[in-house]
T-cell receptor
Framework: AQKVTQAQTEISVVEKEDVTLDCVYE???????LFWYKQPPSGELVFLIRRNSFDEQNEISGRYSWNFQKSTSSFNFTITASQVVDSAVYFC???????????????WGLGTSLAVNP | DTGVSQDPRHKITKRGQNVTFRCDPI?????LYWYRQTLGQGPEFLTYFQNEAQLEKSRLLSDRFSAERPKGSFSTLEIQRTEQGDSAMYLC???????????????FGQGTRLTVV
């Protein structure tokens, strides 16, 4: 069965601190995709990254970086030098492809609510 | 194109009434998904379409729920005989699938918040 666990329910940091959001997943498939989405107070889910199971390279995009470790089934997200605008709920999600290789439904974690205080 | 559009943004209804929500996906996207999100939870998958074909339905989608995408463009989600437990944010997303590839990521609308009183 597929499952995504985000153990941190809420995190509070002071601006400019680095913060890491944890994500652990379970799947029986060898081919799968992992995602991070951001949900600001406005409610719209904003895509941040997709990573396939065969690509374990870490990725950096500005202040955001992602650490994918297949050995521990983890896909952690780090925000460097956090800013107040980073305050949001962050979701990790998992998808397995269908027979045509397309992403199917997303299985979501419960989310981590990040508060960045000035 | 301005993205995925959902209408209405908010709906308050009395228990037992029927409600219908609409989703307009990004125009070239052939996949359309419906999710439900309650407070403090992650989204839960309800159903998805490839063009007009409904490919998968969650067991969460009881017989009071029905979704359609008649022309492969916009979709509607209807809830009959609403119950208080149906109160949630209903999220629509769309993506472009291409055979043999994962396709694009899912782009989400702003959701329809349903309150059943």
């Amino acid at each position: 069965a597929q499952k995504v666990t985000q153990a941190q329910t809420e995190i509070s940091v002071v601006e400019k601190e680095d913060v890491t959001l944890d994500c652990v997943y379970e799947t029986r498939d060898t081919t799968y995709y992992l995602f991070w989405y951001k949900q600001p107070p406005s409610g719209e889910l904003v895509f941040l990254i997709r990573r396939n199971s065969f690509d374990e390279q870490n990725e950096i995009s500005g202040r955001y970086s992602w650490n994918f470790q297949k050995s521990t089934s983890s896909f952690n997200f780090t925000i460097t030098a956090s800013q107040v605008v980073d305050s949001a709920v962050y979701f990790c999600a998992l998808s397995e492809p269908d027979n045509a290789g397309n992403n199917r439904k997303l299985i979501w974690g419960l989310g981590t609510s990040l508060a960045v205080n000035p | 194109d301005t993205g995925v559009s959902q209408d209405p943004r908010h709906k308050i209804t009395k228990r037992g009434q029927n409600v219908t929500f609409r989703c307009d996906p990004i125009s070239e996207h052939n996949r359309l998904y419906w999710y439900r999100q309650t407070l403090g939870q992650g989204p839960e998958f309800l159903t998805y379409f490839q063009n007009e074909a409904q490919l998968e339905k969650s067991r969460l989608l009881s017989d009071r729920f029905s979704a359609e995408r008649p022309k492969g463009s916009f979709s509607t989600l209807e809830i009959q005989r609403t119950e208080q437990g149906d109160s949630a944010m209903y999220l629509c997303a769309s993506s472009l699938s291409v055979w043999g590839t994962p396709g694009t990521e899912a782009f989400f609308g702003q959701g329809t918040r349903l309150t059943v009183v």
